[in-house]
Nanobody, 124 residues
Framework: QVQLVESGGGLVQAGGSLRLSCAAS????????MGWFRQAPGKEREFVAA????????VYADSVKDRFTISRDNTKNTLYLQMNSLKPEDTAVYFC?????????????????WGQGTQVTVSS
């Protein structure tokens, strides 16, 4: 019943911006901490950013700090990832995930639900 659907990915030149969205259904959205992860070809899935239930508390991977912003709109059951100053190294499939944990987590194994992913490709 729970479904997470990412959107907003695409092809962008280095230095450009994209905003990813994750629409959640089948759950009480505000009861879940949310996170973004990404996986590039040949690499392990890695943490990108996470947000608390309200979105007031956030955490970022060092590689995206000061460039990416995670946010959520609980009235719309939607999670966002604003990505600025994109680099070719950001190229990956981006996944949103949900966890019932009281606090957000940077560990993929602690998330309960996952979206199908959206491709982000940054050209040089």
């Amino acid at each position: 019943q729970v479904q997470l659907v990412e959107s907003g990915g695409g092809l962008v030149q280095a230095g450009g911006s994209l905003r990813l969205s994750c629409a959640a259904s089948g759950l009480t959205f505000s009861n879940y901490c949310m996170g973004w992860f990404r996986q590039a070809p040949g690499k392990e899935r890695e943490f990108v950013a996470a947000a608390s239930w309200s979105g007031a508390s956030t955490v970022y991977a060092d590689s995206v700090k000061d460039r990416f912003t995670i946010s959520r709109d609980n009235t719309k059951n939607t999670l966002y990832l604003q990505m600025n100053s994109l680099k070719p190294e950001d190229t990956a499939v981006y996944f949103c995930a949900a966890t019932k944990r009281y606090e957000f987590s940077t560990k993929s194994e602690e998330y309960d639900y996952w979206g199908q992913g959206t491709q982000v490709t940054v050209s040089s």
